[in-house]
């Protein structure tokens, strides 16, 4: 019965740093999904005359963007007739468990600007967002390659001892 209890606690203590080194990963690829998404964006405004809740519907259902849970809430919630802004701000409360909370500001104050300026402010907003999610980019990915090391080496040093411990 012991060795089976051991292998249990240490089995789940390796999850746990396993699991925790996901969520650093998760972080940084939402970051450069978001990324890429307001590089397009910017790109879509500057070159097409479409209203803004068309375009980001229609990128919602390309390749690099139809996992972003931002974009599938806000779609879903501008087909039930919700207005840009709280669509948006919806689809940012589907980042909660992934972003910063000062990452998840910057991504409403951006959706309340988005379509309520003209196309130079519309660009310059995004162009700021931009900006600053490319620092937190930079940042999860950092963490990510030293955090996620230190989170799966205590993962599996905790259940050594436990191991050690129990046996």
Request: charged letters at 20%; one cysteine or more.
């Amino acid at each position: 019965m012991r060795p089976m209890a051991a292998a249990a606690a240490f089995c789940l203590s390796a999850a746990a740093g396993f699991r925790c080194a996901g969520l650093l990963a998760t972080r940084a690829r939402t970051l450069d999904l978001l990324v890429l998404l307001l590089e397009r964006l910017k790109l879509e405004l500057h070159f097409s005359c479409a209203p803004l809740p068309d375009m980001l519907c229609r990128l919602s259902l390309q390749p690099p963007f139809a996992s972003l849970p931002l974009l599938l809430v806000c779609c879903a919630r501008l087909e039930e007739g919700d207005s840009l802004p709280s669509a948006w701000n919806a689809g940012v409360d589907a980042l909660k468990r992934t972003l910063r909370s000062w990452e998840q500001t910057r991504l409403r104050q951006l959706g309340a600007l988005l379509g309520a300026t003209d196309l130079a402010g519309q660009q310059q907003v995004l162009e700021e967002t931009l900006s600053f999610l490319k620092d937190c980019r930079a940042r999860a990915n950092a963490q990510r390659a030293s955090g996620g090391k230190l989170c799966r080496a205590c993962g599996l040093c905790c259940g050594a001892v436990l191991l050690i411990l129990i046996l």
